[in-house]
């Protein structure tokens, strides 16, 4: 064996402990409660305004906030045939664009529960709302 192998090794094994002790930093923390907000929406601009609405009763209630966090637009494709015998090979393309953002709560206080069960947001978007 090698000297560079030996060091290549003590490394890994450095790296391994130091990823242990995060871990268990990160239960010992885990104790807090989140609340996970995801919205969908096909149209952004009406997206974000309804996530300025969501962080602006938040921050009323002075609570923590992490996000919003954008996730990928989830893209469906269809392709329709324009006619359906001679001129088969003509195609009509369309698709659709699902918009995703995520917010965290950290502690959220019953107050601010309660303020986002009773928001009014435009129609089109969709809220999920998960304790985890």
């Known amino acids: 064996m090698t000297a560079t192998t030996k060091t290549?090794?003590?490394?890994?094994?450095?790296?391994?402990?130091?990823?242990?002790?995060?871990?268990?930093k990160i239960s010992k923390k885990d104790e807090t409660q989140k609340l996970r907000i995801r919205v969908r929406a096909y149209e952004h601009k009406i997206l974000d305004n309804?996530?300025?609405?969501?962080?602006?009763?938040?921050?009323?209630?002075d609570a923590v906030i992490v996000g919003p966090i954008p996730l990928p637009t989830e893209i469906k494709k269809y392709t329709v045939n324009r006619a359906p015998f001679i001129y088969k090979d003509a195609r009509e393309?369309?698709?659709?664009r699902v918009h995703k953002?995520?917010?965290?709560?950290?502690?959220?206080?019953?107050?601010?529960i309660e303020a986002l069960t009773n928001m009014n947001l435009p129609s089109g978007v969709n809220i999920d709302v998960k304790m985890v």
Do not use: G, Y
């Not at 094994?13 to 268990?24: A, D």
């Not at 309804?50 to 209630?61: A, C, E, P, V």
């Open 101 to 112: 953002r995520v917010i965290d709560i950290i502690n959220p206080s019953p107050k601010v």
């Open 8 to 24: 290549a090794k003590t490394k890994i094994v450095k790296q391994t402990k130091k990823k242990k002790e995060i871990v268990k």
């Open 50 to 61: 309804s996530i300025k609405q969501i962080i602006d009763t938040i921050l009323r209630f």
């Open 93 to 96: 393309q369309f698709e659709m």
